[in-house]
């Protein structure tokens, strides 16, 4: 599963067929791999707003 969500993330147009399979084939349903793609994009998504908008990190988050 984080194989996955990192691969969406960094890599995100390497994205195949296999990649679900290998979730499936690792006990993950089809709901499951939904929720694994909602959560991994809508990270990315928030962070690309913050980002974008120049919102500091917060005071606890080091280097």
Known sequence: MLEYAVKLTLQ???????DVDALRSAGFSDRDILDIVEVTA???YVNRIADGLGVPDEAWIQD
Do not use: C, S, T, W
């Open 42 to 44: 809508y990270y990315a």
């Open 12 to 18: 995100p147009g390497d994205m195949k067929r296999d």
